[in-house]
Nanobody, 126 residues
Framework: RVQPRESGGGSVQAGGSLRLSCEYPKIADRFCMAWFRQAPDNEREGVAALDNLDDAYVAESVKGRFTISQDRARTTLYLQMDNLKVEDTSLYYC?????????????????????WGQGTQVTVSS
């Protein structure tokens, strides 16, 4: 069973930075990995995604501030978050799915992913 595992969350002041990590076993030669976030009373929102070709997809709400990447072994996914805002406060999840979700621009839909981590909390204070 594929079980991504997130780490790196924490508390930071607005304008600060955090880097999230997600360890995951290789699921397929073609895959889509993504970061989602969900604040209380809000729907789960796609933040960024990366595929096996290292093509990155980033939501408009975080573009220019968040960067998604993976290590060469493709077993760890990262989310570098800079210039954090109070509204970035949320529980951040890592998700994995085989296939071409990223390429077909379906990565933002949480229902497309079968494999989820437990989440890591990010809290940004003013």
């Amino acid at each position: 069973r594929v079980q991504p595992r997130e780490s790196g969350g924490g508390s930071v002041q607005a304008g600060g930075s955090l880097r999230l990590s997600c360890e995951y076993p290789k699921i397929a030669d073609r895959f889509c990995m993504a970061w989602f976030r969900q604040a209380p009373d809000n729907e789960r929102e796609g933040v960024a995604a990366l595929d096996n070709l290292d093509d990155a997809y980033v939501a408009e709400s975080v573009k220019g501030r968040f960067t998604i990447s993976q290590d060469r072994a493709r077993t760890t996914l990262y989310l570098q978050m800079d210039n954090l805002k109070v509204e970035d406060t949320s529980l951040y999840y890592c998700a994995a799915e085989d296939g071409e979700l990223c390429y077909h621009n379906e990565w933002y839909d949480p229902n497309q992913f079968a494999h989820w981590g437990q989440g890591t909390q990010v809290t940004v204070s003013s």
